[in-house]
């Protein structure tokens, strides 16, 4: 039988082994990079210098190959970028990727991501606001925790889990929209989270995890939806403001202990009247009582910021006659009990064609749940133009919500 020399057979190993290996770390002007292996043909970033500055735009494509990630530690304790471009090209960001850049104020998140590792922008605390786009369906643990100029996040519907101290100790964040499709929301994932003020949680929650709204301290009220059957130990615990927690369904089957110690000295629970499984005049040793279903308006503009209706007004500042401003997003939520039904906007007062406006994105609200429209100014002359927009729904007060408009053309 015919016998291949051993060191025939070592070189073919060798050089099978070799073949499935990753290429060696390039470089490619300051960044990083490596592909995927023979045969791969995607490249992915995985460094970059620690001591760089400014803007960083990443590109498409490296050696003719699509970069397709951004590695881990990518842009670890890069402190002194500003600003990062991600190419649609990009699929996943790994964790810790841009963890402690301290300086960067603004990421583009591109439609083409799909996942966001754990930690990946744990201490950015200069980033101001976020998007995260419906193709990501996976944000890791700590994603966004101690970014504490985070005054913005819109979350697309697509995701399904809020993790663990996902946003953690951002304390200038105001309000947040949770999305339909979020079924849980995790350990401490808005713990310490001191300006905010308001929070839309979905039909579609079943479970809120221990510590996940801890230390809100502006966090006036609260609504659980019916479809909430956990709650964890200290979920509210320390919001020293809190003055109402409304459930909308039966008791809830688990509430961890202190769900809402410390709260505001007025605290109360609400129930729907005829739900199952409460007590009055106490509950889980908080003051309780039933309440009759009805629907209510609150109108943010920006997020965080509750207008008064009759007294609040917009101004859109000076604009060139015949120029349309950027528009104003006006948020209407349903903080009462029942479904908010008929939500339209109208408009009039002096100069109403002055102030073009879309309608309310949808136009039946469960409680607790958003809609948005706009609102722009584009002055058909010089002078000081004004107006004002009704918000017309079913709620028994502040119907119509009555908004004064202004500004200057020139």
């Given amino acids: 039988m015919n016998r291949k020399p051993l060191t025939s057979l070592l070189v073919v190993g060798l050089a099978l082994v070799f073949a499935t290996q990753p290429l060696r770390a390039a470089t490619f002007g300051l960044f990083t990079y ?6 791969s043909n995607t490249v992915k970033i995985i460094g970059y210098p620690t001591s760089a500055t400014g803007n960083v735009v990443i590109p498409s494509s490296i050696a003719g190959k699509p970069v397709a990630g951004i590695g881990d530690y990518a842009f670890y304790n890069c402190t002194s970028i500003t600003s990062v471009t991600i190419p649609t090209s990009i699929t996943s960001i790994g964790n810790e990727s841009f963890y402690d850049c301290t300086s960067m104020t603004h990421v583009t998140i591109p439609a083409s991501v799909t996942s966001m590792g754990v930690g990946v922008f744990t201490y950015c605390t200069s980033l101001a606001s976020v998007t995260i786009p419906a193709s990501v369906t996976s944000i890791g643990d700590n994603a966004f925790q101690y970014c504490s100029s985070l005054a913005s ?33 995790g350990n401490q994932a808005f713990s310490n989270c001191t300006k905010l003020t308001s929070v839309t949680i979905p039909t579609g929650i079943t479970s809120i995890a221990t510590d996940a709204f801890a230390y809100c301290t502006s966090l006036t009220n609260v609504t659980i939806p019916a479809s909430v059957i956990s ?26 202990a202190f769900v809402f110690v410390s709260a505001a000295s007025n605290f109360t629970v609400r129930f729907i009247t005829g739900k199952t499984g409460f007590t009055t005049p106490t509950w889980q040793g908080y003051p309780c009582k039933g309440v009759a279903a009805v629907p209510a308006t609150d109108v943010q503009c920006p997020l965080g910021t509750h207008l008064v209706s009759g007294t609040s007004k917009k101004s859109f500042g000076t604009v060139k006659v015949g120029v349309a401003s950027a528009a104003r997003y006006f948020t209407i939520t349903n903080t009462g009990t029942a479904n908010l039904t008929g939500l339209a906007v109208t408009k009039d007062g002096a100069n109403p064609a002055n102030f073009p406006n879309t309608q309310p994105t949808i136009t039946t609200l469960a409680p607790g749940a958003s809609a948005t429209f706009t609102v722009k100014f584009k002055p058909t002359t010089t ?26 053309g020139s």
């Fill in 153 to 185: 996040v819109t979350i697309d519907a697509s995701i399904t889990s809020i993790g663990t101290s996902v946003f953690n100790d951002c304390t200038s964040l105001t309000s947040v929209t949770i999305p339909a499709g979020v079924t849980s929301i």
């Fill in 231 to 256: 709650i964890g130990a200290y979920a509210f615990a320390y919001d020293t403001k809190l003055t109402r927690a409304t459930f909308l369904g039966n008791a809830p089957t688990t509430m961890g």
């Fill in 383 to 408: 002078g000081t133009r004004t107006a004002t927009i009704h918000i017309n729904s079913n709620a028994t007060t502040n119907n119509p919500f009555n908004i004064t408009l202004a500004g200057m």
């Fill in 34 to 39: 490596t592909d995927n292996g023979t045969g």
